[in-house]
Every structure is written in C-alpha cells, then in structure tokens.
C-alpha cells in the first residue's frame, strides 16, 4: 500500500455533467499529481500542485481544474463530461522532486 | 505524438526465463526514466528508475539498461514467476517525481509456469 487514497473507486456520470474526484496524499508528501489512464493506454499527466498551487500542465482542456488544500490533500474537478473522459483517474503524491506514489484510482465511467 | 515508445505490447515468458521490455525517446531534456508495474485495477508502482548518467541500475531480479546515444532504455526481469505477470509501463520526464511524466503504451507480461 503507498498511503495514497482515491475517493471514489468507482463513479458514473452523464455527459454534460460535473465530476470531482479526492485524492489524499501520503502522510508528509506536498505534491500532488494527476494522470488520466484511458482503457489499455498509459496514464497522461493533467497537472501538479504543490503547495496550494498549479505547478505543470499536460494537455487538457480548462474543463479539467483542481485545487490542493493545505493539508496537501487534491481535488480534480472535471466539467462538462464528454463520453471519452471515461478513463482510470490516477493520483500521485510526492515529497516535491521525490519519487512519486500511486493510488488505486478512480473508475470514471460517462454515460 | 507518442514521446515514449515502448515494446513489444505483449510478452509471454516461461517461468525462470528473462523478460526484456525496450523503451525509446526522442527528447534529450529527459533526466529521468522510471519503470512502473500495474496490476489490474491497481494503480501503477514505482519499480526501479534511472538516471542518463549511469548505463545499469540492479535491484534484484529488475534491471534498466540505458543507452543514452541511442536515446534508449530496458527493463530486464531475470528469473521471471508468474507473480510478475502485469502490465509495465516505462516513463520519462525531465524532473524526478510525478511531475509531466510521459508514459510508453505499456507491455503486458504473462509469464507461464
């Protein structure tokens, strides 16, 4: 187990819809990351916080946003569902510049 | 377009036998090479990482080999067992972390008794 914990582990949504998903990172980590794992593909990086703020940028369009709290714990938020945003929402957290740790994810199913 | 690209996309191993995954990139800003495993419905775990500076990193039965001229890496699984079995996704970034990490396509290992 790395101690980093997704909620939930698994969500359905109708497009057009809003989405949030909670991540909360290993105890005495300060970055978080988040991947977007579509069926059978490596994950896509979306973006990092560390410190409260943005920190990197893969991608994405500004329909995918997020926020860290100041207990480093990380929200992804994602508007205005399309059917292709289903995927495998991965987490990562980190001591900033350390190696990084995986949660089990998120099963994002739009419908 | 794909900044890591991985193969073969499927791997099938006897039991005992050397499991060899390759990797290739084309950004020489890359400073950081990590190897994850992934069970499914499991999120991906570190494995083993390298930096361009070294050509070999060991750790047990996984090893990288990086060729830095040739722009690039392998994973190597000696005496593969069946609990290896698991998809591997080799990745590159230019910072160690999580940060802006590009990942291969991943290679599915089965390795039969």
């Known amino acids: 187990e790395t101690g980093v914990t997704q909620s939930p582990t698994h969500l359905i949504k109708t497009r057009g819809q809003q989405v949030t998903l909670r991540c909360s990172s290993q105890?005495?980590?300060?970055?978080v990351s988040w991947y977007q794992q579509a069926l059978g593909q490596g994950p896509q990086f979306i973006f990092q916080?560390?410190?409260?703020?943005?920190?990197g940028r893969g991608n994405f369009p500004p329909r995918f946003s997020g926020l860290q709290f100041p207990n480093y714990s990380s929200e992804l938020n994602v508007n205005a569902l399309e059917l292709d945003d289903s995927a495998l929402y991965l987490c990562?957290?980190?001591?900033?510049?350390?190696?990084?740790?995986f949660g089990q994810g998120t099963r994002l199913t739009v419908v | 377009q794909q900044q890591v690209k991985q193969s073969p996309q499927s791997l099938i191993v006897q039991k005992g036998g050397i499991s060899i995954i390759n990797c290739a990139y084309e950004?020489?800003?890359?400073?950081?090479f990590p190897w994850y495993q992934q069970f499914p419905g499991k999120g991906p775990a570190l494995l083993i990482a390298?930096?361009?500076?070294?050509s070999e990193k060991k750790e047990g039965r996984f090893t990288i080999s990086f060729n830095k001229s040739a722009k690039q890496f392998s994973l190597h699984i000696m005496d593969s067992q069946p609990g290896d079995s698991a998809t591997y996704f080799c990745?590159?970034?230019?910072?160690?972390?999580?940060?802006?990490?590009?990942f291969g396509t991943g290679t599915r290992l089965t390795v039969i008794p």
């Open positions: 990562a957290s980190s001591l900033y510049g350390q190696e990084a740790f």
């Open positions: 105890s005495g980590h300060n970055t």
């Open positions: 916080y560390y410190r409260e703020e943005e920190n």
């Open positions: 950004n020489t800003a890359f400073d950081y």
């Open positions: 390298i930096r361009p500076d070294v």
């Open positions: 990745a590159a970034s230019t910072e160690t972390g999580a940060n802006n990490l590009f």
